[in-house]
């Protein structure tokens, strides 16, 4: 099905269509048109065509009336102040346009075709290290993104960038060389914990030898040297680490309900046969330059504490490749072999300098130019409640698996809470613990501006009350629970009925549905989109509170149009959190 002309579109030309019209010389105008609290929208662009045509506003204000033709949109115009427009939409027109975004499986969203390839680059854990609540917000941030650019008709190619290279691979791979047991399980027991269990067992190990044993220090150095020749050997035993944390990895991001395919890792180790090429590259084109036996890039408004320019390292002096060359040969690979148009990191803020350097290196290099874009959809720290870095009482980092174990847990106390009431078997309260826990973090991630630091906090997150995933969930789950009251009467839609305020502000809302994901889809603001759904949640429980559906019973046709707008609600609500990666259960 075709998408669906919003309101707001369809009165944003007719105005636009009222303000050509009346002021011919000005061409295509822009209305400004925005929501307001005294009309269901208010235009404002008629001041300043007025300052430019030097005319009254007011007096242009009726003029763009009078251009304005009949129309079975628009109920009320009024002019308000210096020349502004308010605007109300008429009930029917309201009702007719949900009906069309309901008779669409995608609620009327547009779905662009040809719209482009985003590599998206996100969840980047490193190999043989425990993922901490420093991982969380690439992967949830990134996992939306995906989702909702999916939607709106973008081919996504997915990349998770692990650290799976670097020199503590020789003291890793020595020690296993010399203690082959060390990653072996009781039983042949594979899981996440156990995998994890090994690979720090081995870490710790390894780094006591390392620091101790000058010889093991010697040769884990050298063992460096084989690994980047690219020995047999020891290539097969750092596979080894590889395959053993990606067991890790997955089990959490299972956890954390993501899915991770295997063609979609692609680490830093995955670009080593393109970084000699990628230097000699930057060094002929003149972009890189030799700078004390390093290859360098050189920025103007990249200066030091001594005023001098930083450069960008490519190269070493010691012909050791930095994380630019690995980086910059990623954007070579993902440019030219995956046909990116664009190219998306969600990575730390604290990078930003380092990924603004290397994409202008791109730009120079020609990789990057009008067709091809790189953008760092950078993100803030979490904090615990004190307002500090998130750490433990023994001032550890915190372990993401125990975080998720813990908001679960939490979670299924509050959902046990309410389960007699609803009638919840163990098993159901158990697997709604665990929509309900993931979703929780899930949610206060993706609800603070991801440039923003955020604080953790678990009593906030599964707090029924407030902008929270659970107030979400359970807006959606009363919804549900309302068609097993309504006995024989279904959702059906009866345009001629007058709507009360309520109904209206609900129903306006649903209509911003597709333009707020177009908007979240081009700014990169998933923020955004979970400030829309809280919104519909609470004007869908002021519309409850003040619509009667079921009891006391109003009309056959108002229960039917009131049916309506709740299934259409819960569909909104439902879809939008499934774009989040927020389960909503049916009974809570």
């Not at 300043?48 to 009949?70: F, I, Q, S």
């Not at 680490?267 to 084109?285: A, F, H, K, P, V």
């Not at 159901?428 to 953790?456: C, M, P, Q, W």
Request: with cysteine; glycine share 6%.
């Amino acid at each position: 099905m075709a998408s669906v002309t919003s309101l707001t579109a369809s009165v944003h030309q007719r105005l636009a269509d009222a303000l050509s019209a009346a002021l011919p010389e000005a061409g295509a105008a822009d209305p400004l048109l925005r929501r307001s609290d005294r009309a269901d929208f208010q235009a404002n662009g008629i001041l300043a065509l007025a300052k430019k045509a030097k005319a009254n506003p007011r007096e242009l204000a009726a003029t763009v009336l009078d251009a304005l033709p009949a129309n079975d949109v628009i109920k009320d115009v009024e002019v308000s102040g210096p020349g502004f427009l308010n605007i109300t939409i008429a009930d029917k027109a309201i009702v007719e346009t949900l009906a069309a975004r309901a008779a669409d499986d995608r609620l009327g969203v547009p779905f662009q075709q040809d719209a482009g390839t985003t590599v998206i680059d996100y969840a980047q854990p490193n190999v043989a290290k425990e993922m901490h609540v420093g991982h969380l917000r690439s992967a949830v941030i990134g996992a939306a993104m995906v989702e909702i650019l999916e939607f709106t008709g973008e081919k996504v190619v997915r990349r998770h960038h692990i650290g799976d290279w670097g020199t503590q691979f020789g003291m890793l791979i020595q020690y296993l060389l010399e203690h082959p047991h060390e990653l072996d399980h009781e039983g042949g027991k594979q899981d996440g914990e156990a995998a994890m269990s090994s690979l720090n067992r081995l870490y710790k190990a390894s780094r006591a030898l390392f620091d101790s044993d000058e010889e093991f220090k010697a040769r884990s150095r050298d063992r460096v040297v084989a690994l980047q020749a690219g020995d047999a050997e020891t290539i097969a035993l750092w596979q080894r680490f590889v395959d053993e944390s990606k067991i890790y990895f997955y089990s959490v991001f299972n956890k954390l309900d993501m899915q991770i395919d295997d063609p979609d890792v692609v680490g830093e180790s995955g670009y080593n046969d393109m970084l000699e090429e990628t230097c000699r590259i930057l060094e002929e084109s003149g972009v890189a330059v030799r700078s004390e036996g390093a290859l360098c890039v050189f920025f103007d408004d990249v200066l030091g504490p001594d005023g001098n320019k930083v450069p960008l390292i490519v190269k070493k002096s010691n012909g050791g490749y930095g994380y630019a060359a690995t980086d910059l040969s990623a954007i070579r690979d993902r440019v030219q072999n995956l046909k990116a148009s664009t190219l998306l990191y969600v990575v730390d803020a604290r990078q930003s300098l380092h990924f603004k350097m290397v994409f202008e290196t791109a730009r120079r290099a020609g990789w990057l130019n009008e067709d091809v874009k790189a953008h760092q959809l950078a993100f803030g720290t979490v904090l615990g409640k004190d307002g500090k870095p998130f750490k433990t009482r023994e001032g550890e980092t915190v372990r993401l698996v125990d975080l998720l174990d813990e908001a679960i847990d939490r979670a299924t106390s509050v959902v046990r809470e309410k389960a007699e009431k609803v009638g919840l078997a163990e098993e159901e309260i158990v697997e709604n613990g665990v929509h309900v826990g993931i979703g929780a973090v899930k949610y206060a991630d993706l609800s603070t501006s991801a440039v923003r630091d955020y604080k953790f906090d678990l009593d906030q997150m599964v707090s029924l009350n407030g902008d929270t995933s659970v107030y979400l969930q359970y807006a959606y789950a009363r919804i549900r629970s309302i068609f097993g009251k309504a006995g024989d009467r279904r959702p059906l839609v009866h345009p001629e009925l007058e709507l009360a305020p309520a109904e209206r502000a609900l129903g306006l809302h649903l209509d911003q549905f597709g333009e707020t994901l177009a908007e979240v889809a081009s700014s990169y603001e998933p923020h955004k989109l979970a400030a829309y759904l809280y919104q519909l949640a609470s004007l869908y429980t002021t519309f409850y509170d003040q619509c009667p559906v079921v009891k006391p019973a109003p009309a056959p046709e108002v229960a039917e149009n009131r049916l309506f707008l709740c299934d259409l609600t819960a569909r909104t609500l439902h879809q939008g959190m499934a774009l989040l990666g927020i389960r909503t259960p049916e009974r809570l």
